[in-house]
C-alpha cells in the first residue's frame, strides 16, 4: 500500500501538471507533490529498519536497505530541486526563454521522470528495470531540448541515439540473464525476479552470465557515463534547463550504477570471480582519469561540473569493483554524498549562470561579492566535490582509498593521480569565479538558497559524523551486495 | 505442419530478416528504406508465429500479433506520415562507401555466431541456431546508426536494433515475460512520440534532417 502510494503521487501529480502546469501555483504543486512523495518514502524507510530487512510487495516490488536508501536520497533531491527550480525557471520564463506550453511540458516531465526512477529502484524484475531506466530517459530527453536551441537539440539527438544504442544492449544482456535463470528457476515471469535470483545466482551458468554481463555492463554503463561510453553525457548534462542537469547529474547516473551492482552481485555469485569486478574497475579508473583530464580544459561551467560526475560516478563504479566491505560501503556513501554536493553545485551554477547570462567560466566572476550567497554556496560545494576534509566525499574517497591499498595497491597511484587532477582543475576553474571584483553587467536576482545550504549541511554532518544507525544501516545495505 | 518443417520454416524467416537488415545498410533512399524495415517486421511477426505454434507457447502468438501492429504497421505509418510532411522523401542518405559497410557486418555476423556459440550448446530449444542471427540484426543495426548521417536513417537503425533483440528474446527463450514484453513495446510507442518531435525540431531548426551539420557541441581547447 505504502508502495503503491510511493509510486502513485508522482504519476498521478505529473498528470495534472500536463494539463494545469503552466498555472501560476504549478511550481508549488510540484514542490508539494515531491514533498509527499519524500514522506511516503521515509516512512517506508522506517518500516525497513523496524520490521528489518526487506518487504516485498508480491512480486512486482521489494524493497530493502540498499534501495530504499537510493529512494529516500531520490526522493529528497527531487524535492529540492523542485524547490530551486521554482525561482530558476521564475527568471527563465521571464527572459522568454520557455513559454506556457513548455511549462507543461517541463513540469509533468519533472514528475514522470521521478516516478520512472522510483519503478527502476523498487521493482523486483530485471526486466522492469530495464523498461524504466529506458522510461527515464525518454522523459528526459525533450528535457534538454527544452530551450530548441541548435546545440541544445544537438545534445539532446546525441542523449536518445547513443543512450538508445547502449540501453539496447542491456536488453540483450537482460535476455541472456533470463536464458540462464530460466534453466534454473523455471519458465514464466518469476525467472527474472531479484528475490528469486539472489537465491540461486550459484547456479546460474558461469559462461552465459559472463557474456550476459558484459552486454549489460556496456548497457547500464553507458547509462552511468562510464568512459568510453560518456560521448553522450557533457552535452546532455550541459544543455538543458538547471534543474534538469541537477537531477540526470545527481539522480540518474545513481540509478544506472545501481542496476549494474545489482546485476554485478548476480554474476559473482555465479561465476565466484573477480570478472565482474575487474571490468567494472577498468571502466571506473578509465572514467576517473579520462573526466579528470577533461575537466582541465572546459570552458562551460556546466560541462566541467557534467565531466565531475563522470569521474565521481568512476569512483564509485570503481569502489564496487574491489568490492569487499569497506570499498562498498565506501561506493555507498560515495553515491549518496556525491549526488547531494553535485546537486547542490548545480543549483548554484545555475544561478550564477542566470546573474551573467552565460555559462562561459571566463565570464562569471565576483560572486562571493556580487551575491555571497550563490558565490559561497559555489564554492563550498566545490569543495566537497574535490573531496575536502571535513565533507562526506573526503570520508568516501579516503575509504576506498584505504581499501585500494589494501586490495590492490597497485592501483592506489592512478587513484590519487586522477583525485588530484581533479581537485586541480575544479580549484583553478572555480577560484576566479568566486573572488574578485564585480564584472560590468552583473544582474542581481533572488537566489534559492535553501536546497543549496541544506544539501551542504547534509554533506557535511555525514562527514564528521555519521549516526549509528545510518551507519549501521549501510552496513545492512552492502551485506546484500555481498 | 510438423516439427522439422516448422524449424525450416523458422530458419528461413531468420534468413530472411538477416537480408532485410544487409538491405537496410545497403538503401540509401529514405522511404526504400521504410519499405524494407516494414518487410522485416513482417518476418519476425511470422517466424513468432511459427515459433509459438511449433512450441506450444501460446503467448507467443500477443506477441506476434503485436510485432505486426506496431512493426509493420504504425511505426513505418507514422514514419511514412512523417517523412511525407516534411518532404525528405527524395532524400538521399549521403552515405560514403557502402561496399565496406557491408563487409564490416559480415564481420559482425562472423563475431556474432562465435559469441552465442556457448548458448547454441547448452539450449535445446527448437529455435537456438537463430540467436546469432538475432545478435546479428543486433549489430547490423548498430553500424547502421553509426555510418549513416540522416535522422530517419538513424531512427531506422535503432528501430532494427529492437527488432534483433525481439528475435533475441523468442530465440533463446521462447519470448520475455508477457509484462517486460509489454513495457518494452510501450517505451517504443513513447520513443516513436518522441522522435517524430525531434524531425519536426531539427528540420525547423536545421532546415534538413542530415545531422551531419549538428556539430557544435565539440571538445574546444
Known sequence: MILLSLLGISILVALLLAFIGDWRYAPEINIGGSLLTFFVSLVLALQVYREGGSIAGSDYFFVDYLNISLVVLTTFVSTTTAIFSRRYMLVEREHGRVGHWRMRFYHAMFQLFIFAMLIALVTNNFGVLWISMELATLATVLLVSLYRTPTSIEAAWKYFILCGVGIAQALFGTVLL???????????????????LSQVSGQLDPTVMRLSFVFLMVGYGTKAGLVPLHNWLPDAHSEGPTPVSAVLSGLL?????????????LVDGSLGSGFAGNIMMGFGLLSLLTAAFSMLRQKDVKRLFAYS??????????????????????????????????????????????MHGTQEMAQIRGLIRGNPAVGWGLFLGVMALAGMPPFGIFTSEFLILTATMKDAPLLTPLLLLGLAVAFAALFRKVQPMVTGLIPAGQKQLTAANIPVFLHLALVLLLGIYLPGFLANWFHLAVEILK | MTHTFAVQLNSLLAALILLTAFALLAQRKILGLVHIFAWQGFFLALSTAVIGYASGEHHLYISSLLTLVMKVILLPYILYTLVRKLKVHRDID????????MLLGIMLVVFSYHLTAPIRELSNLMTRSTLAVALATVMLGMLMMVTRRHAVTQILGFLAMENGLFFAATSATYGMPMVVELGVALDLLIAAFIFGIFFFHISTTFESLDVEQMAKLKETD
Open chain 1, 253 to 265: 547516473l545513481n540509478i544506472a550504477l545501481y542496476a549494474l551492482i545489482r546485476c554485478k552481485a
Open chain 1, 178 to 196: 533470463y536464458f540462464a535463470a530460466e534453466r534454473v528457476v523455471g519458465a514464466g515471469g518469476n525467472a527474472l525476479l531479484w528475490t528469486n
Open chain 1, 309 to 354: 560526475s563522470i569521474e565521481h560516478m568512476g569512483i564509485a563504479t570503481f569502489a564496487f569493483g574491489l568490492g569487499g566491505p569497506i570499498a562498498t560501503f565506501g561506493g555507498v556513501l560515495h553515491m549518496i554524498v556525491h549526488s547531494l554536493a553535485k546537486s547542490a553545485t548545480f543549483f548554484s551554477v545555475g544561478h550564477a549562470a542566470q
Open chain 2, 94 to 101: 549521403a552515405v560514403v562507401n557502402i561496399p565496406t559497410t
